[in-house]
């Protein structure tokens, strides 16, 4: 018996074709449609407007395979962290971060992660495989909801800085994009959406080629190759040289924002000489900002963050050289939903929504 195709991977287009083989209105194609991708049916059931017989034979035909919330945690500081869980079992989380007028959600890209940075608990795992690109609109839908139900707004940004390398699940990231900024979609500005990479060099200039129209986040967090290299192994592929030269192809195709980040590990790229390193990169690239970002402890890990004296230090001789940086305060550090910390450990019971 053949496995059914996910109804979600079909276009309009190919939705009223199928109707038209089996005798339907041309209209019923629309309401399946909505009921997918506004309504958020995660069953045939769900679709309460159209005939049994018609569920039925969507059900007997297609499959849906939407993702599902699974646990739900809670910081002191109005973070929350959830689990979601696939078809096939597999666990990915997201995180909702209310601050000040923005409720951000922060999602994956993939169950696991190749690229073992090793400031990075995500790392530390296995890649299993590619998040769909209807599992990533579901992650965004849940943490909508999550953001409407705890705080009583919508989302108004989005960070792909959760779980996985974005930019090595492209096709997927970007049809899941696409879905979310769509007017029969979620309808959420490509301009308050990020994606954040570790540097592949290739597809970045892709996402030039492609006119992406959203905003690109490099995770730089070393800025001389020799150390790169030993946090972060990917940049011996894609060394620094050859991500200047990508990030000026992809500002010269599209003129989006491109940030820096940078977390600060005590002794390993906090000196002055680390900050030098970094404005020569930052005068040769077209930067919107740069992000200095708390180190956040990981089990696997032996680095260490900076006092706030040290910190500041970094700071302040970046800003008297004319950088735009940022101290991107940590949020979520004691659910272990911080940058760096995502790695599907087991919620405390207490916590579970």
């Not at 039925?56 to 973070?79: E, K, R």
């Not at 996985?164 to 879905?179: D, F, H, Q, S, T």
């Not at 680095?303 to 001789?317: E, L, R, S």
């Amino acid at each position: 018996m053949n496995e059914k195709k996910n109804i979600r991977t079909l276009s309009l287009e190919e939705l009223t074709a199928y109707f038209a083989t089996i005798n339907e209105k041309k209209f019923r194609a629309k309401q399946v449609w909505e009921w997918l991708w506004q309504k958020h049916a995660t069953n045939f059931e769900d679709m309460t407007n159209l005939g049994k017989e018609l569920r039925q034979n969507l059900s007997d035909n297609f499959s849906l395979p939407a993702i599902h919330t699974d646990a739900s945690q809670y910081s002191s500081d109005g973070t929350v962290k959830t689990r979601f869980k696939t078809y096939d079992g597999h666990l990915v989380e997201g995180v909702l971060i209310p601050v000040d007028n923005r409720q951000t959600a922060c999602v994956s890209s993939q169950v696991g992660c190749s690229l073992s940075c090793k400031f990075c608990a995500t790392g530390y795992m296995d890649r299993k495989r590619n998040l769909h690109f209807d599992e990533i609109y579901d992650e965004v839908v849940l943490l909508n909801e999550m953001a409407e139900k705890t705080y009583g707004k919508k989302l108004s940004n989005i960070v792909f800085m959760g779980m996985g390398e974005p930019l090595l699940n492209y096709k997927n990231v970007l049809k899941a994009i696409e879905r979310i900024t769509a007017n029969d979609g979620l309808g959420m500005s490509s301009r308050r959406i990020t994606v954040s990479t570790a540097g592949v060099a290739k597809m970045i200039k892709q996402l030039g080629d492609d006119g992406v129209k959203f905003n690109l986040a490099l995770s730089l967090h070393a800025a001389n190759d020799k150390k790169r290299n030993e946090i972060m192994p990917i940049n011996e592929t894609n060394n620094i040289k050859a991500l200047i030269e990508a990030l000026n192809y992809f500002y010269d195709k599209t003129k989006n924002d491109i940030t820096f980040e940078y977390i600060l590990f005590k002794g390993e790229n906090d000196s002055i000489q680390d900050a030098d390193d970094l404005i020569k990169i930052y005068k040769q690239v077209p930067v919107h900002l740069v992000n200095i970002i708390e180190y956040n402890p990981i089990d696997n890990a032996t680095f260490v963050k900076p006092d706030k004296d040290a910190t500041q230090k970094f700071m302040d001789y970046l800003a008297a050289h004319r950088v735009n940086v940022r101290l991107r305060i940590s949020r979520g550090k004691d659910i272990d939903a911080a940058c760096g910390q995502l790695a599907n450990k087991n919620l405390e019971p207490s916590a579970v929504n």
